[in-house]
């Protein structure tokens, strides 16, 4: 006798039924064991994945750093795939009916199938954003040794070179146009960015085989091509090896870290470069990004222009406001980038994140270069929580508090001195917003001349 389409339609309803909450369909069959192992490991694996997303959220993220974590999670994820699918194929075995006909063994294969590829498609996809995520670490970030207690207990700061390079099709090599410290409190997250113009001149070099070749601050080859800026640090070492010597890896980044050091008076424990192509590519990823123009900005090479007010841009968009000297100059540029930086870390939300991860993580293994140590992320991912909600100051070091051609070095580590003071609990508010925002002594998007201002104030 045939079974007719109801009796289907409950086996497979069942089978739906199964697929939510596995052991229904076994239980209904008779197969109380079986039912009741299943149902209980369903819960299990359910309680376990509410806990990771809710009270064990930051233990999570700490794990999301670490490569043989991530390693697991990919197993992990597939082996919940296969037993899912596993889960559903047994479950329509048990109840499905006996003398299906050609029509309706199809129609069967064909939702056992959908509901297998429903269960599979978020495991196979958590594991992929788990191997990439996996292939960014160990191609960015060294090993390093691993912590054995907190490297913040003896640290009071982090301090972090930020730069942002230049490749430019009708030069060799790469220029650091962008030069920014973070220094961070790793008590608060309070952090200071200290700015660096590209053009500062006859820097002091860190002792050793630079300083001999340099003894009164570096000055290149003296000509048109390379007059000996602050910029050409990076590129002269990578063309130079015996200038910094033992390192076969980052030397230009190696030089530079040294010496921005010396001219701040401070350690500089960790350097991070991005080339500026890599960044556009990030922001198209994510989207794009929204920041105040504070007055028009020639774009393009046939007469566009970026217009005042409050815009979207794209990554190209973005690259140029970040960029751009025409009818401004360098230390205006500086302070647009210290807002664009500011406004990507604000707006990067976790699903802008997700939908763009693969484009992201592509952009960062091409173009960003550091020497943070894959031991250290877990930390600093903690502190970059503390950063989200605490103060962010900015000090850049440009006309008219320091004399580009003729730096009065002592000066600018005073100031850093008096920048990393404990700053008291009244000011650390953004001014009124009834007080002037820039200083008549600065150009729009800079800081005031010896005085750290907030990136709220300042952008």
């Not at 029509?103 to 990439?132: K, W």
């Amino acid at each position: 006798m045939r079974t007719d389409w109801r009796n289907l339609g409950q086996a497979l309803g069942l089978t739906l039924a199964s697929a939510m909450v596995w052991g229904i369909a076994h239980l209904v069959a008779g197969r109380t064991r079986a039912g009741l192992a299943l149902a209980g490991a369903y819960t299990v694996l359910l309680a376990t994945v509410t806990m990771a997303v809710t009270a064990l959220r930051p233990a999570l993220l700490e794990l999301a750093v670490r490569p043989n974590w991530l390693t697991g999670l990919i197993m992990t994820a597939l082996a919940i795939g296969f037993c899912w699918s596993a889960v559903i194929i047994s479950s329509y075995r048990l109840v499905r009916p006996p003398d299906l006909d050609k029509v309706e063994r199809g129609i069967a294969r064909g939702v056992i199938s959908l509901l297998c590829v429903l269960v599979i498609a978020p495991m196979a996809y958590a594991g992929r954003l788990a191997y990439v995520s996996r292939d960014v670490l160990l191609t960015v970030f060294n090993g390093g040794v691993p912590l054995r207690q907190d490297p913040w207990a003896r640290k009071p700061r982090l301090n972090i070179l930020l730069v942002g390079a230049d490749a430019a099709k009708n030069r060799p090599g790469a220029r650091t146009d962008s030069m920014t410290v973070a220094s961070v409190d790793t008590r608060t997250g309070d952090t200071v960015l200290f700015g660096l113009p590209r053009n500062l001149e006859h820097v002091p070099m860190p002792a050793g085989p630079a300083r001999n070749a340099f003894p009164w601050g570096f000055s290149g080859d003296g000509d048109e091509t390379t007059p000996g800026l602050l910029n050409e640090v990076y590129q002269w070492a990578e063309d130079h090896p015996a200038i910094v010597p033992g390192t076969h890896r980052d030397r230009g980044m190696r030089l530079l870290r040294d010496t921005v050091g010396g001219i701040l008076g401070v350690h500089i424990d960790y350097y991070a470069m991005l080339d500026m192509k890599g960044f556009a590519q990030i922001i198209n990823a994510m989207g794009g990004v929204t920041v105040t123009i504070r007055q028009n900005i020639p774009y393009g090479l046939e007469g566009g222009v970026l217009e005042a007010g409050r815009r979207r841009l794209d990554g190209q968009q973005a690259l140029w406001y970040g960029r751009s000297r025409t009818d401004s100059d360098d230390y205006v540029r500086m302070g647009r980038q210290k807002c664009l930086l500011n406004a990507v870390a604000k707006q990067a939300d976790p699903m802008a994140v997700l939908r763009g991860f693969e484009r992201i993580a592509d952009a960062t293994k091409r173009y960003v270069t550091t020497d943070v140590p894959q031991s250290m992320l877990p930390a600093m991912l903690d502190l970059s929580e503390k950063i989200k909600s605490a103060h962010i100051r900015s000090l850049q070091f440009v006309p008219p508090l320091v004399n580009t051609a003729d730096p009065d070095w002592d000066l600018i580590r005073r100031e850093v001195g008096k920048a990393l003071r404990p700053q008291h609990p009244r000011d650390k508010h953004p001014r009124p917003r009834h007080a002037p925002r820039w200083s008549p002594h600065t150009s729009k998007g800079t800081s005031s001349p010896g005085t750290a201002q907030s990136l709220d104030t300042i952008c």
